[in-house]
């Protein structure tokens, strides 16, 4: 069992910054992904960026490819979502998440085993 547990969010405004974090405990040395989805209100949870965690290559929404890093400190089990020039479309609940078998596929919510309890981020405009 893996456990997760997600901090950072809150209110920004439109163009701002926001880093989310990620701790993960448990068992986590059978991580191989760890990557970030949202869910906006009224709509279905959607892929926002992974990180393969032993060699650090990081994949993107399009959505938020050039605005979004993931960067991740594996001594910390700890993944983040460091959030640039936010939008008010950005606004949604984001959910960390592990997975600990392979798959080409890192935006694919069913690849992913233990998820955390969400942190809610609001954009203003």
């Known amino acids: 069992q893996v456990q997760l547990v997600e901090s950072g969010g809150g209110l920004v405004q439109a163009g701002g910054s926001l880093r989310l974090s990620c701790a993960a405990s448990?068992?986590?040395?059978?991580?191989?992904?760890m990557g970030w989805f949202r869910q906006a209100a009224g709509k279905e949870r959607e892929f926002v960026a992974a990180?393969?965690?032993?060699?650090?290559?990081?994949y993107y929404a399009d959505s938020v490819k050039g605005r979004f890093t993931i960067p991740r400190d594996n001594a910390k089990n700890t993944v983040y979502l460091q959030m640039n020039r936010v939008k008010p479309e950005d606004t949604a609940v984001y959910y960390c998440?592990?997975?600990?078998?392979?798959?080409?596929?890192?935006?694919?919510?069913?690849?992913?085993?233990?998820w955390g309890q969400g942190t809610q981020v609001t954009v203003s405009s």
């Open positions: 998440a592990v997975r600990i078998r392979y798959s080409r596929d890192y935006s694919s919510e069913d690849k992913y085993d233990y």
């Open positions: 448990g068992h986590t040395f059978n991580t191989n992904a």
């Open positions: 990180i393969s965690w032993s060699v650090g290559i990081g």
